[in-house]
């Protein structure tokens, strides 16, 4: 049910967003403790996102989910930036990272491991090329469970 309500929501979530200018970075809808929460994070191509960008967002993103009400239950609707450690999900995301710090976890071991930390050297033919402190890792994209910008301290 979860994926389905994602789904739905993006569909509902990308025209409003396009009219404001701002990109989709990713839909969550997930129990925490007593509570559902729906999490939609925005962002802006040429720069960061205020209070004012994710609070139309979420007024006009609440009215269109209350006409189709694609959710059962009670929720909490939550619009905000994807922060420093915005997630990688979409080919884009991976391209425009490219020379970044990032961290990605894989479904399965490569290598021996399944969480690495690098510089994204290369995305190219649907695969990561992270480099590790001298040592090159290629992750094919189909094996990446989650990826996300690092901060390095």
Known sequence: MSRQVTQTVEKIALPILEAEGLELVDVEYKKEG?????RVFIDREE??????DCSRVSEQLSNALDEVDPIP???FLEVSSPGAERP???????KKAIGKHVHVTTYEPIQGQKVFEGVLSHFLDE???L????????????KVA????????
């Open 131 to 142: 480099d590790d402190k001298g040592n090159t890792i290629h992750i094919p994209l189909n």
């Open 47 to 52: 720069g960061s996102i205020d209070l004012d």
């Open 73 to 75: 239950m009670a929720y």
């Open 127 to 129: 695969q990561l090329t």
């Open 34 to 38: 007593q509570n559902w929460f729906l």
């Open 146 to 153: 989650k990826a996300r910008l690092a901060i390095v301290f």
């Open 88 to 94: 990688l999900k979409k080919e884009a995301d991976f």
